[in-house]
């Protein structure tokens, strides 16, 4: 096995799970549930008011 330091894989990994280049990042103003409307932050994949997937993360 080829270890490239002295963390494990999986902690390189998880820490590597950061928002993806292709989801498009919206203006503060701009992101709002569609379903009730509460603000949410740009890591956020579930609205914090209804807890459904926010736009960004709803189809992938």
């Known amino acids: ?33 569609p379903e009730c409307h509460a603000f949410y932050e740009v890591r956020d994949r579930y609205c914090p008011g209804c807890h459904t997937a926010v736009p960004e993360w709803r189809f992938g």
Not at 7 to 17: D, M, V, Y
Not at 25 to 30: F, G, K, N, Q
Request: charged letters at 25%; aromatic letters at 12%; glycine letters at 4%.
């Open 1 to 33: 096995m080829l270890r490239t330091g002295s963390t494990p894989w999986w902690r390189r990994f998880i820490a590597s799970a950061d928002v993806p280049s292709y989801v498009v990042v919206r203006p503060a103003e701009a992101r709002r549930c």
